[in-house]
C-alpha cells in the first residue's frame, strides 16, 4: 500500500515567518502534486513536479522533489494571511489515482 | 468556461437510505474520478472512469457503485447509508487517465453528505 505522510498536521504562524512542510513515502512517484484547499472548496492544484531534484518556484511558494521521487516539500517564505488554508500532496503513481496525505492545516495569524 | 460541477452541494440522509451524487466535468475531458474526504483527513480514492469505463476502484465496500455517460458526466451512488459515510465527496476531472505524465485533475467544490 502506497503511503504519504505529511508534517506538521497543523501550523500557526504569526504573518512574516517562514515555514515549510514535508511529504514523505517509502513508495516511488512517477510525480507529485501540491494542493491548497479552502473551507466549503475542492483542492485546487498549485504545483506537479515530475523529475528527482526537481525544484519549482510560484511566488513565495517553493516545491522540491526529492532525488529518488519519494518524499517533497513546500516553503513558504513570508507567510500571508491569504495563505491561510489545507495544504495536501499527492503522489501520482502509474495506476490511475492520486494518493493523497493527510494534509497541513495552516494559520497564518496578522 | 465552466469549471467541475458537482450537484447536490450539501445533503442530509438517514441511515440505510441511498445517495446518487452527481458530476459534470470540464468541457472536452474524459475522466471523472471519485474521491472521499472525511473531515481532516485527505481525500481517499473511490473510482475513476475513463470513456464510459471503470479504470480504477478504491478501497471501498460494494455499497459504492458509479457510472460514466456517454456525455462524460458521472454519477455515485451509496446505498446503506452508515454514519461513517458522512463525508465530503470530490469530483475530478482530467483529460486523460491521472497517472499519465503531467496529467492534472480539476476537483469540483463537492458535496458536503451527513447520514443522521
Known amino acids: 500500500t502506497q503511503l504519504l505522510e505529511q508534517s506538521p498536521q497543523f501550523l500557526s504562524i504569526q504573518e512574516g515567518e517562514n515555514l515549510t512542510v514535508y511529504c514523505n513515502s517509502s513508495s516511488v512517484f512517477s510525480s507529485l502534486q501540491w494542493y491548497r484547499q479552502e473551507p466549503g472548496e475542492g483542492p485546487v492544484l498549485l504545483v506537479t513536479?515530475?523529475?528527482?531534484?526537481e525544484v519549482k518556484k510560484l511566488k513565495r511558494l517553493t516545491f522540491q522533489f526529492g532525488d529518488a521521487r519519494k518524499d517533497s516539500s513546500l516553503h513558504i517564505t513570508a507567510a500571508q494571511p491569504g495563505d491561510t488554508g489545507l495544504y495536501l500532496c499527492a503522489g501520482v503513481p502509474n495506476t490511475g489515482k492520486l494518493i493523497f496525505g493527510q494534509g497541513t492545516t495552516l494559520q497564518v495569524k496578522p | 468556461d465552466a469549471g467541475v460541477t458537482q450537484s447536490p452541494t450539501h445533503l442530509i440522509k438517514t441511515r440505510g437510505q441511498h445517495v446518487t451524487l452527481r458530476c459534470s466535468p470540464i468541457s472536452g475531458h474524459k475522466s471523472v474520478s471519485w474521491y472521499q474526504q472525511v473531515l481532516g483527513q485527505g481525500p481517499q480514492f473511490i473510482f475513476q472512469y475513463y470513456e464510459k469505463e471503470e479504470r480504477g476502484r478504491g478501497n471501498f465496500p460494494d455499497r459504492f457503485s458509479a457510472r460514466q455517460f456517454p456525455n462524460y458526466s458521472s454519477e455515485l451512488n451509496v446505498n446503506a447509508l452508515l454514519l461513517g459515510d458522512s463525508a465530503l465527496y470530490l469530483c475530478?476531472?482530467?483529460?486523460?487517465?491521472?497517472?499519465?505524465?503531467?496529467?492534472?485533475?480539476?476537483f469540483g467544490q463537492g458535496t458536503r453528505l451527513t447520514v443522521v
Open positions: 475530478a476531472s482530467s483529460l486523460v487517465i491521472v497517472g499519465r505524465v503531467r496529467t492534472e485533475a480539476f
Open positions: 513536479v515530475v523529475t528527482g531534484g
